[in-house]
């Protein structure tokens, strides 16, 4: 039963999703890197307050409300990491203070990057909450060290106007320091601020006084070398290097080993442009996070004409993927929280070259199908090889995912019906699953829409639901079976007492319901343990198994493990 000290019902109806995460000072967010499309949660407005619209729609726009100097970026905490995505996302988190109307308040930045098919970060989903006030005396780091991006980009134009007609070279240096995220996790924010200040200290004394030192967007700084030939960039650059890795750094929690990670771009044969100069460096510092070996990584001259047709390249690559039958599933096994007995595999989208052993996530692949308009004809595919699979093993239940395009567009829905038809007593173990976002437009037609599946003999989940876009009533108009709980918050259960009243909330609610509960991104026994210890239904994660290409081999022990 529900307990009435966590989930309060006032006449008989229970608190909708969004009035308590806005309660809570939470809001939910998704950002496409490459394009910088930012988008937030539908309480945003109460959470942040009324701020430009560059600051909702951009991720760059976001960052320049962030105080500087008091907390790496979401971009630094991304990009920082050196954890490889293995098809599941990478978890990253942060603290910063942030500049919200009027009011400064420190934020938590939380969430989980997921790879594009060069292996760096191309898409996350987190949440951010907000803590606190922030004070005066604790955003009192000013002073020619320290400034934003849009101030840093005007310090390099001047340093161009100044060096460039003497014919003298300008290097721009981007340094950050190396896996940020797991010293804020072994040491915590207070001691990793002693770290980047201690970084900054060493950097200081060894800069040369006709050069510049900035630090900027929490964990980044920023070198310009005046006069210093291409032949002698790398050497340079490991001066900085060396001085923060030759002895540990003591903090108030133990003592840290630090690693700087430096990307380089020269002026004028890269670019005269101070803001291209700047990207092309923090581009090249992205390389070098994401290698093994090389700390220094010098930016390279892009041809534009072929970056800017990339994206149909890709375009061409998936439909000749679509023709060639070269689209595949990938299972990850979805278990109970109880028995840890896999309950039922969720079917994720793959595409790519067998020959080539890669394939492309569907966390880059979908989002690129959608803009072309081709995700219809996709996730048609997935439901084929789906249903396929699950004629042929009578023991097996699959979920897929179906994007909002699909479920709009009447000639899916028909090829649906007809699939499902076909398949018979099959399709009754084929769970369907559609994002809590596809329920906002019309919630009305949704409801007939699901309702028409159901006849198929279906189940309905809704997945990363608690961001607040569905309201209790229409959950309740909703023919759902399953809610699976956005990863945003149960991955956070240890450290924040608000995730674990939300996410239990959340449970409780889908009892309320009578509906079946999965919380996604358990990647650890301690959240495993709470959440079955709450009621949910499912776990889903690392801790309980990753996506794997389905194969014959994997068939047949797919078959062994359902026995």
Not at 315 to 327: F, P, T, W, Y
Request: aromatic share 6%; with cysteine.
């Amino acid at each position: 039963m529900p307990s009435p000290s966590l989930f309060t019902f006032r006449n008989g109806s229970a608190l909708d999703p969004r009035s308590l995460l806005s309660s809570l000072g939470e809001v939910v967010y998704s950002w496409d890197i490459p394009s910088d499309a930012l988008n937030w949660g539908p309480n945003a407005a109460q959470v942040l307050g009324a701020l430009p619209d560059k600051a909702m729609t951009r991720g760059i726009g976001f960052a320049a409300l962030v105080e500087p100097g008091s907390g790496p970026s979401r971009y630094d905490a991304i990009f920082g990491c050196s954890e490889q995505d293995q098809g599941e996302g990478v978890v990253y988190r942060t603290r910063y203070a942030v500049a919200l109307a009027g009011r400064k308040m420190w934020a938590e930045d939380t969430g989980r990057w997921f790879a594009g098919s060069d292996g760096r970060p191309a898409s996350a989903r987190g949440v951010v909450r907000l803590e606190r006030a922030a004070r005066a005396e604790e955003l009192t780091m000013t002073g020619p060290d320290l400034c934003d991006r849009p101030a840093l980009v005007e310090q390099i134009q001047a340093t161009l106007q100044e060096q460039l007609p003497q014919e003298r070279t300008v290097v721009v240096l981007v340094a950050a320091i190396d896996e940020l995220a797991r010293l804020n996790d072994d040491f915590g924010h207070e001691a990793t601020d002693e770290i980047i200040a201690t970084v900054h200290e060493r950097l200081r004394s060894v800069t040369r006084r006709r050069d510049h030192l900035v630090r900027y967007a929490g964990n980044s700084f920023a070198i310009l070398l005046a006069g210093c030939p291409r032949e002698q960039i790398d050497a340079a650059a490991k001066r900085f290097s060396k001085i923060v890795a030759e002895a540990a750094i003591e903090t108030g929690r133990g003592i840290a080993l630090v690693r700087l990670r430096v990307g380089a771009a020269i002026a004028p044969e890269l670019t005269g442009h101070a803001g291209e100069l700047l990207s092309a460096a923090e581009g090249a510092l992205a390389a070098a996070r994401a290698g093994a070996i090389d700390d220094v990584v010098l930016a390279k001259p892009q041809r534009r004409r072929q970056d800017r047709v990339e994206p149909t390249h890709l375009d061409v690559q998936a439909i000749s993927a679509l023709n060639e039958r070269r689209v595949r599933l990938a299972l990850q096994p979805i278990v109970g929280a109880a028995s840890r007995e896999i309950a039922f595999y969720e079917a994720l989208l793959r595409v790519g070259q067998p020959e080539a052993g890669l394939y492309f996530a569907s966390a880059e692949l979908v989002p690129l199908l959608e803009r072309r308009g081709l995700v219809r004809l996709f996730d048609h595919r997935v439901l084929e090889l789906a249903l396929d699979r699950l004629i042929g093993d009578p023991a097996l239940r699959l979920s897929v995912n179906v994007s909002p395009r699909s479920l709009a567009d009447p000639e899916w829905l028909d090829a649906f019906m007809a699939c499902a038809g076909a398949a018979g007593a099959a399709a009754t173990r084929l769970i369907v699953e559609i994002t809590e976002t596809a329920t906002i437009e019309s919630p009305s037609r949704m409801a007939k829409l699901l309702a028409r599946l159901k006849t198929r003999g279906v189940q309905i989940a809704i997945d990363d639901f608690g961001a607040g876009h569905t309201s209790l009533k229409h959950l309740r108009a909703f023919p759902i079976d399953i809610l699976k709980i956005d990863g945003a918050f149960t991955q956070n259960l240890r450290r924040s007492t608000d995730d674990r009243f939300y996410v239990r909330t959340l449970i409780d609610l889908a009892g309320h319901l009578g509906v079946e509960t999965v919380a996604e991104w358990v990647d650890d026994e301690a959240q495993a343990t709470m959440l079955r210890d709450w009621g949910v239904t499912y776990l889903q994660g690392h801790l309980v198994g990753r996506a794997e290409l389905d194969t014959p081999h994997a068939a047949a022990s797919l078959l062994r493990a359902a026995g």
